[in-house]
């Protein structure tokens, strides 16, 4: 693109972070920059080109019926005054009359095909944006500025084509401008420049009214994702449901609420006065104009035999004149404003998608591979704490390694970085001797068959939630349904594989339990069978008993595969070749589960204390409430 937006920033860490606050002024050279960048963005598209060519055409048209209605009158009134001849006054009058309708024909043709395309375009222009937005940096998440900003890309975005409305809106105002101007122009000058005057004031009014209003919308912005994103979702989402109800959390997040938009209101008002303010200032502008447009015309009737039918056509042309001059000042200060938020699209959809533009290598995983954590060191963006130190460690392709630690200690940070979530702060992480990133994202990604303790369930089918596709192989999901234990839940749901999760869209969906969910991940990494999974704490909502089932069975079918587990239940250390002890961001024991109990240290301790839990029967005077 012509225009570039600066979209990184250095914050108080001396981190390079991914945007940078909004400098943008409303000056006329900014406004053609985001004018012309909006414009190549629709015009890309071909619909976006005949919608723009239609706008045109339509534009060009309008200026006819402007003439019509600022002219005819007078002409009527001539004729009226004068020659009085039928077939002339017929004709004035049929123009006059018939004018409206043809227009509203000419609108109601070409109004549904407008619709019809500004709906396709902007519905495209989002899939832009979904897109961009799905694939940014997973560390963008970190970063408030950053979201604001998404959100309102995702506003610019289903408004793209507003951009050429008020391009059009701007050249049909000149035309007409043109037109008009050859009709004043016998009038005297003076009329013109007041009316010029006014309509110059209007606009720095306008213009301060348009800064205000984004100013306070930015600063609203944050409060709508705190009402709309956080707290509507924890009082109305079947998430949060079961604990509001619980803990009856309802009153207190609805009093929050209410709280948050009762401060929301008081931005709010700050628009509507200024608004109000301006409407006081616009009316004393315009008093000013027709005081002095009606003293003149007046004075040319009674002293300077100025006809009535002149007088007529004049008053039209010169309040036409000030109407249309509002118009272009009105659609070039929309643009100005749009410009505040296109600025923001630009920075947004230009932001580095820093994952994606790494390298281009394709990786390789087998049994023969290595994957080497070389004093990787790593801290949170914005965080000064290191949540990783020199950690190093080494995974073979087809080896299965538990990571087991204290809960804080970096487990979940090393998964984060080994499927390149983050970069890391320092070392490196290679695969096969080759720095990760020098992969393909999406190749490298596609190495990993994860099972997140949090993992998602989408609003698919049962089917699609394993496969995610929409083109699930369902016998293979059927066999393991049977592994992983879900088969009698399949056979009990009324559409079988095809029933909706969750009721948001369907009533007859089922809604998951915690166990049911995992295992579901579970057949999920097991379907996409990637060379290596990644099990964060794939089984804590299932029971003892079926945790071993489960782990046995996932054991048994990744003989050959490379699998990192991550577990608090040492009992599944057993199934794994090696065991890292994290402790504190670093690796504090390392090798097979014999060797480690035999060091006695942390592996030792924790093992014992679990093992103890399970084992110590109740004592006598250990009473049992019924
Ligand atoms: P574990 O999986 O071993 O329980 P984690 O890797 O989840 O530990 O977390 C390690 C440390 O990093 C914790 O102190 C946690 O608070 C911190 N941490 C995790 N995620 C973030 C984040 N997004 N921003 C800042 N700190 C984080």
Known sequence: MAYSSKTTMVNDNGEVIPVRKSEYKQTFRNTVKTTKYMLDYVLKEKKGRTYAAAKVILSLYKVLPMVVYTVFPGLIITELTNARRIQRLAVYLGVLIFTPIIDRIINRFTGEYLQRTFNHLSAKFLRDYDYHSAKMDYESFEYPDIQTINERAFVTASNALQVVDRLCALLSALLGLATIFSIIATLNIFIVIVTLLIIYLNSIITKRLNTKYYETEKEMSKYQRYIGSSLMFVLHDIWFAKEVRIFDLGDYFADMLYNKRLEVNNIKIKNTNSSLNAQILFSCTNFIQQLCLYIYLIYMVLFRSLSIGHMTIYMSAVNQFAEIFNGIINSYLDLAKSGL????????????????????????????????????????????????????????????????????????????????????????????????????????????????????????????????????????????????????????????????????????????????????????ALYHSAPIYLLDEPTASLDPMAEYEIYTQFNNMITDKCAVLITHRLSAVQLADKVAVFDNGHVAEYGTHAELYAQNGIYTEMFDKQAQFYRDKPKSEDKVDM
């Open 341 to 524: 938020m296109i600025h923001e699209f630009m920075q947004f959809m230009d932001m580095p998608l820093k994952q994606y533009e790494t390298g281009t290598k394709e990786p390789v995983l087998d049994k023969n591979s290595i994957i080497e954590f070389r004093n990787v060191s790593f801290k949170y963006p914005g965080s000064t704490a290191y949540v990783l130190k020199n950690l190093s460690i080494t995974i073979h392709g087809s080896e299965k390694l538990c990571i087991v630690g204290h809960n804080g200690s970096g487990k979940t940070t090393f998964i984060k970085l080994l499927t390149r979530l983050y970069f890391p702060t320092d070392g490196e992480i290679l695969l096969n001797g080759v720095n990760i990133n020098e992969y393909d994202y999406e190749k490298y990604q596609a190495l990993f068959s994860p099972v997140f303790q949090d993992y998602s369930l989408y609003m698919l089918t049962f089917a699609e939630n394993i496969a995610l596709s929409n083109d699930p192989d369902k016998e293979r999901i059927l066999e393991l349904c049977k592994e992983c234990g879900l088969q009698e839940l399949v056979e009990r749901l009324l559409n079988g594989l095809d029933t909706n999760v969750f009721k948001v869209i369907d009533e007859e969906g089922f809604q998951p339990s915690g166990g049911e969910g995992q295992r579901m991940a579970i057949a999920r």
